[in-house]
């Protein structure tokens, strides 16, 4: 990881900063989830620089070492993906590949959606498309969704707050790396969920663990609730639902988002397909929430086939 350089760029008054690594003429953005940062990606980025491209990977505004905007309740998805145009313009990027896990492929197919003449092509874990309109995940699942209790304004931030920032994420590093769809019961709170004496998946060390933790003792979680989880129901509110570029979604067939009620279906369907004409899908039957991190070699060859 040594060979990854770090810089920051200003957008909208924030320092951003980006990983970068590979000089080649093409290049692929990487776009983090929660609870994500550019470390996320460490592995692919290594791997398609070796294959003679540039690898960039961002923190969103507010995670890790980006700033955090002055209103951490306001962001939305507009704002990721203005940024992404923003870094693009900066960096003298006229066309890219996007690659986005979680959130990040929210944001990849919103930006290849209202930019079609900015990407080569998107390639995304776990979240498929959806179709235009309001976003709910919660119908039908109980009040204890983690989803839900993300979204209730100072919840999460005193369920978080009682402990370390590298304890909360290591407690949502063992929950979505899970098949189950983390649900608290009504007196009980989301990261209660994990007992302190559950070990690390086994593809997450503590040296990473350490990474992690450092960037949201500096960062906190307010933007990180901000985005995704309070403005996730707006995020494909827009007239024009297309993604015109070749496509790949990788699932992870432990997914928990597989439970979430209809997704199995409107991703094994094809219906996504409506909304991402060009789309391959690859399912890993071993692949859990971070697919991109436990099966990082078997990820990055298909990263690399797609490209």
């Known amino acids: ?36 940062i550019w470390y996320s990606w460490r592995h692919q980025m290594v791997a398609v620089a070796n294959a003679g491209f540039r690898a960039i990977a961002p923190d969103c505004r507010g995670y890790g070492l980006s700033d955090p905007p002055a209103e951490p309740e306001k962001p939305s998805f507009k704002d990721t993906v203005n940024d992404i145009l923003a870094i693009l313009d900066h960096l003298g990027l006229t066309k890219v590949f996007l690659a986005g896990t979680d959130f990040g492929a929210l944001s990849a197919y919103l930006f290849a959606i209202q930019y079609p003449e900015r990407v080569s092509g998107v390639i995304t874990t776990g979240v498929p498309c959806f179709p235009p309109g309001p976003l709910d995940f919660n119908i039908g699942l109980p009040e204890g969704f983690y989803v839900s209790r ?28 899970r098949s189950e769809v983390p649900i608290a019961s009504e007196n009980q709170e989301v990261m209660d969920l994990v007992d302190a004496s559950t070990p690390l998946p086994p593809w997450f060390t503590e040296e990473d663990l350490a990474a992690y ?95």
């Open 1 to 36: 990881m040594d060979q990854i350089q770090h810089k920051f760029i200003k957008v909208e008054g924030l320092n951003l900063h980006i990983a970068e690594i590979g000089t080649g003429p093409n290049v692929v953005v990487f776009l983090h989830g929660f609870p994500e």
């Open 150 to 177: 993300f979204q209730q304004p100072g919840r999460a931030e005193a369920d978080f707050g009682r402990l370390e920032a590298k304890t909360v994420v290591r407690n949502i590093y063992i929950l979505f790396s």
């Open 213 to 307: 933790g450092a960037l949201y003792e500096k960062s906190g979680f307010q933007t990180a609730l901000q985005i995704p989880y309070r403005s996730l129901r707006d995020a494909f509110n827009i007239p024009e639902s297309k993604v015109k570029a070749p496509a790949l979604l990788i699932v992870g067939d432990k997914d928990y988002i597989l439970k979430f009620p209809g997704m199995d279906d409107y991703i094994r369907s094809g219906k996504t397909k409506e909304y991402v004409p060009k789309l391959e899908t690859v399912h890993l039957p071993e692949g859990t929430h971070f697919v991109q991190e436990q099966l990082s070699e078997e990820e990055s060859m298909f990263f690399l086939r797609a490209m």
